[in-house]
């Protein structure tokens, strides 16, 4: 079901919240994701297999911004992973643009909540190694500045992992997902473990970089905020077995303002198809 947000319009005049005149030389570095009737399960021991997934149905356009939110243990990892080619369905099918995803590709980009970097490589390293994992080192290292550029980590090529802060980690994590002009980028909570002002900076962050370069992003966030700051959608997944309770488009033109009435209207929204609406309750009264 597609939900549009009450009294906001479906296409804000400017959706990425760019001017006009901003760059966007990679806008046709984008795909467009199919995801058909995918189920998957996963054997436990002494159990019979539980299943994760159920008939799972969504087309995420090329350059869009999505976010998965949902219960923990839901599925939404699981969904990124069969993204990623990490995993394969047990059925159905997923496709980026018209080709079968049957494993992992340079042309979708992970990051995951924990930075993942080589801690024995230096951060020059950590985000070349992509280039050189494809071979194609030598004839395109000239672009490796850029990525440091636009992940704002100019200064630090020669350092190591464990002298970064966990936002330039994850900074650099993202510029080593990057680096080979990913047409899809999937991130699994990546801001999941960062304290709430380097938080609210790196989303600004990646909007930035996604309004730039015009990636497809899908982002798994538990934070219902942060999903209505940064998607177009928002993909509400149920309990596990999961299924799509609801897909919410977020019409609210950019730069988001986190206290403005549809902001909040949305956010309330969300809350109460995750059933976290506060109740009230009848307490007992003791003094
Ligand atoms: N490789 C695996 N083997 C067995 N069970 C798994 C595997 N990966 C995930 N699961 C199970 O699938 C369910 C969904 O996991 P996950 O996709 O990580 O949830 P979420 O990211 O929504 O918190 C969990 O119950 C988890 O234990
Ligand atoms: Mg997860």
Redesign the pocket.
């Known amino acids: 079901m597609v939900v549009q947000s009450k009294g906001l319009s479906s296409k804000p005049a400017n959706p990425r919240g760019l001017p006009k005149e901003a760059p966007s030389r990679s806008e046709h570095k984008a795909g467009t994701i199919r995801i058909g009737a995918v189920h998957k399960s996963?054997?436990?021991f002494d159990a019979p297999d539980?299943t994760?997934l159920a008939d799972i149905n969504l087309e995420f356009k090329a350059g869009e911004f999505i976010a998965l939110i949902?219960?923990?243990?839901?599925?939404?990892?699981?969904?990124?992973?069969l993204i990623a080619g990490l995993?394969l369905p047990d059925k159905g099918s997923l496709n980026l643009d018209d080709d079968e995803i049957h494993g992992p590709g340079y042309e979708r980009g992970l990051v995951f909540q924990d930075p993942t970097l080589f801690p024995w490589k230096t951060i020059y390293e950590n985000i070349a190694f992509g280039l050189r994992a494809r071979g194609v080192y030598q004839r395109e290292k000239n672009t490796i500045p850029e990525f440091f550029k636009l992940v704002g980590l100019e200064g630090f090529e020669k350092s190591y992992p464990h002298h970064l802060s966990g936002g330039m980690a994850q900074r650099a994590a993202l510029a080593r997902a990057l680096v080979n002009n990913p047409k899809v980028l999937l991130l699994?909570e990546p801001l999941g473990a960062l304290d709430a002002f380097t938080r609210m900076n790196m989303q600004d962050e990646i909007l930035k970089i996604w309004a730039h370069r015009g990636m497809t992003t899908v982002m798994?966030t538990h934070d219902v905020d942060e999903a209505i700051y940064m998607a177009d959608r928002i993909v509400v997944?149920s309990s596990?077995p999961?299924k799509i309770e609801q897909v919410i488009q977020v019409g609210i033109g950019r730069p988001r303002q986190r206290g403005d009435p549809d902001f909040l209207d949305l956010r309330s929204k969300i809350l109460q198809i995750l059933h976290f609406a506060g109740t009230k309750q009848e307490l007992p009264y003791y003094l």
């Open positions: 996963f054997p436990q539980i994760v949902g219960p923990s243990g839901c599925g939404k990892s699981t969904l990124l992973r995993a699994d798994v997944m596990r999961a």
